[in-house]
């Protein structure tokens, strides 16, 4: 009679336990929104689409050429940023899958870093790929002294570095701001929280808009001088075939930079809700390889060996 009695008690105390545990379930399930859903689709598609495209063109970059031409190089640091930007995508897609953060802070913020860092630095060498277009084909022989793989890495060198400054009073005033929140707040705009933005987020935010606005410039400026020299210098079959590759590439630059500046300006509008831009701007990632195709007359060719 005791045993079963205890029997029912146990029984008892399990019912009455099931439900709040459900209720628990459930209510981190309803905290996934259905926008939540689709900014996790968007990451695991470019994710599955960006990894093997820029796997495949690094190895062919690597494997195939001796890196001894500037846009080598520049393509072979583009390509490496856009990869280290891919490997953060897994945890944005849990976190929107979840609405949960199980890492700490600092994994938060070595994400977040990656996203932005991605922004200057594919910006930067898309730059320096159309500057050493237009070094190659409006001046040939006065910049071949310009023109080298040792300056190349010094150009790649600058870059990195400068994207090294500007993280470090950035990632600390990101840290303070993550310490300040009990909720998780990562991923989410941390410009939006306060009326006042501090003096390092406007500083960041603006540089950034004032560097996008800039290697736009002389994107644009290198593309007309290189098309008004194929223009002169060219016959009329190899016109038709070089002006549609230049402006292809110039489309292309185009929509690059137009994946990168949303995210900072909606930042200097204190936009409460700026995923939707992110997924616009990681996007970019599924786009470079294809700038390597065409910019890079002997991509797919293996690189001469010389005798």
Avoid at 43 to 67: D, E, K, Q, T, Y
Avoid at 176 to 185: A, N, S
Avoid at 247 to 252: A, G, S, T, W
Wanted: charged share 15%; proline share 4%.
């Amino acid at each position: 009679m005791n045993s079963t009695e205890g029997h029912v008690r146990c029984l008892a105390a399990i019912l009455h336990k099931g439900p709040k545990r459900t209720s628990f379930l459930i209510m981190n399930t309803s905290n996934v929104t259905t926008e939540d859903r689709v900014y996790a689709g968007v990451f695991g598609c470019v994710m599955m689409i960006g990894l093997p495209l820029n796997a495949v063109a690094l190895w062919i970059l690597l494997r195939r050429h001796s890196l001894k031409s500037p846009h080598a190089v520049f393509m072979v640091n583009l390509a490496f940023s856009d990869l280290l930007l891919i490997i953060s995508l897994p945890m944005r897609i849990y976190f929107h899958a979840t609405r949960e953060w199980p890492l700490s802070n600092m994994a938060c913020l070595i994400i977040t870093m990656l996203f932005r860092d991605n922004i200057r630095s594919s910006s930067m060498f898309i730059t320096f790929i159309s500057v050493d277009r237009l070094l190659a084909v409006v001046y040939p022989l006065r910049s071949r002294h310009l023109r080298t793989s040792s300056n190349a890495w010094k150009g790649a060198a600058f870059v990195w570095s400068f994207i090294l400054v500007v993280n470090i009073p950035e990632s600390l005033d990101f840290l303070e701001h993550l310490q300040d929140h009990t909720q998780p707040t990562c991923f989410k705009s941390y410009y939006s929280y306060e009326p006042l933005l501090s003096k390092t987020r406007l500083a960041v935010i603006y540089l950034q808009i004032v560097l996008l606005v800039t290697m736009l410039t002389v994107n644009i400026v290198c593309t007309v001088m290189v098309s008004w020299t194929l223009h002169r210098h060219l016959s009329d079959s190899a016109k038709v075939n070089n002006k549609m590759k230049v402006m292809l590439i110039f489309v292309m630059n185009l929509v690059l930079f137009a994946m990168f500046l949303p995210v900072p300006i909606g930042m200097a509008a204190h936009g409460k809700e700026i995923m939707p831009l992110v997924c616009l701007t990681v996007s970019n990632c599924c786009l470079d390889p294809l700038l390597y195709y065409f910019s890079f007359d002997s991509f797919w060719k293996k690189k001469e060996i010389s005798r």
